[in-house]
């Protein structure tokens, strides 16, 4: 079993950066993909980024290529997801969440673990 905490959630001005971490605590971390993804009250969680079991392959919404970097520490448990060059559309509850599978997906459906979420909101 697999448990996620999410942390690094605030207010921010546009243009302003933010680093969110993803504590893991389980046996299986090490083997198993993971993902962030994103969701504003009455409207459909969104990809916004995943990582492969040995960091080899990433995969990123085009809404956030360029500005969103994913991590992963396996030694810490831990991802992470730096943001960069906010803009108010990023504004949501933040998911952080973790596959039974090696590769990075952006399916929602493949992601067995998540966290509770962390709330981030950037100001224009």
């Known amino acids: 079993q697999v448990q996620l905490v999410e942390s690094g959630g605030g207010l921010v001005q546009a243009g302003g950066s933010l680093r969110l971490s993803c504590a893991a605590s389980?046996?299986?971390?090490?083997?198993?993909?993971m993902g962030w993804f994103r969701q504003v009250s009455g409207k459909e969680r969104e990809f916004v980024a995943a990582i492969s079991w040995n960091s080899d392959n990433k995969m990123y919404a085009d809404s956030v290529k360029g500005r969103f970097t994913i991590e992963r520490s396996t030694a810490d448990k831990t991802a992470f997801l730096q943001m960069n060059r906010l803009k108010p559309e990023d504004t949501a509850v933040y998911y952080c969440?973790?596959?039974?599978?090696?590769?990075?997906?952006?399916?929602?459906?493949?992601?067995?673990?998540w966290g509770q979420g962390t709330q981030v909101a950037v100001s224009s």
């Open positions: 389980g046996p299986t971390f090490d083997h198993n993909a």
């Open positions: 969440a973790a596959t039974m599978a090696w590769l990075a997906t952006m399916n929602p459906v493949e992601y067995v673990y």
